[in-house]
């Protein structure tokens, strides 16, 4: 009878953690639980469990949970480890990461020889450290940090977008991301985060390609800061300077060729006109084919507006 039961008991020991764990568990889990070294190699070789990484197994068949591998990285550690970087950000909805990409893991004392994972050493204060779905990961704000001392030179802009949709998110507002930088002076990143937030108080967030390219026109040239999807007379305006009373909005052909759109352009102008303000509209043709022009133009009603 207790032959009989054993390979129960230890069924039910794998499956409880696997219930909890998205579908993962550790050796030393199931060790500390009483299964022993032989149900476990059993399993391992008709296939119930799959390892992952070293004394980390997967439970079941070849379809696997949808954070298996996230959760599978932090038992390969026991205890201590966190998500972060890339594959925090991407668990938190701030940058695409192809799910099958290595998992970026931090912990305190770090390990570069674990296939599968990316792993940076670090000690993170209990601030730094959020769950989501019961697994351990970075805070937003520490995770925007890390990914301002990974992401290629060039992808300022996708830093932005990470920061404006913690910010929309509630997760990371402009304080938090001041902290970070306060408490982790020298830390790769911090000076370029630090750039990044002196350029505005607040992140763009377009919507739209055209909204984005007209925003790298506008940021590189001498043109003031606008502010981004601002709202404006109960609406929300592509790219606005308030002060100068500015409004230039981004009209793509895909989302204003219909009537309705032509005519609801035209009511939001109007209104705008009679609030005082100066509209300007740009195609996908004038930013793309005469982006000088274009510059020219929000600079020439710039000045207009101080004078």
């Not at 009537?259 to 100066?278: H, M, P, S, Y």
């Amino acid at each position: 009878m207790g032959a009989q039961l054993r390979p129960r008991s230890a069924d039910f020991i794998i499956g409880a953690l696997a219930d909890l764990q998205h579908g993962a568990v550790a050796r030393w889990q199931l060790v500390a639980r009483g299964v022993t070294r032989r149900p476990i190699a059993t399993r391992i070789a008709d296939g119930r469990l799959r390892p992952v990484h070293r004394g980390v197994y997967l439970v079941g068949h070849v379809a696997t949970a949808p954070l298996a591998y996230e959760a599978a990285a932090v038992l390969a550690f026991r205890s201590g480890a966190v998500i972060s970087h890339r594959s925090a950000a991407k668990l938190q909805g701030l940058l695409p990461w192809p799910p099958k990409a290595a998992c970026w893991v931090t912990t305190p004392r770090g390990d570069s020889g674990r296939p599968g994972l990316i792993v940076r050493k670090a000690t993170l204060e209990p601030c730094d450290v959020a769950s989501h779905v019961r697994i351990p990961i970075t805070s937003a704000a520490r995770t925007i940090l890390d990914c301002a001392a990974i992401l290629p030179e060039d992808e300022d802009e996708r830093l932005e977008t990470m920061w404006a949709e913690a910010h929309a998110q509630g997760s990371a507002k402009l304080p938090d991301l001041r902290v970070q930088i306060e408490r982790n002076p020298g830390k790769p990143g911090v000076l370029r985060l630090a750039k990044l937030l002196d350029r505005s108080g607040s992140p763009a967030r377009p919507k739209r390609e055209l909204e984005r390219r007209l925003l790298r026109l506008v940021r590189a040239s001498d043109l003031p800061e606008p502010e981004v999807n601002a709202w404006l007379e109960g609406k929300e305006r592509d790219l606005l300077w308030r002060d100068q009373r500015l409004v230039v909005e981004a009209d793509s052909y895909t989302f204003h060729s219909h009537a309705r759109a032509w005519a609801r352009d035209i009511g939001k102008t109007n209104e705008l006109q009679l609030a005082g303000f100066v509209v300007l509209r740009f195609t996908w043709f004038d930013v793309t084919e005469r982006p000088a022009w274009v510059v020219a133009e929000i600079g020439r009603a710039l000045t207009l507006r101080r004078t």
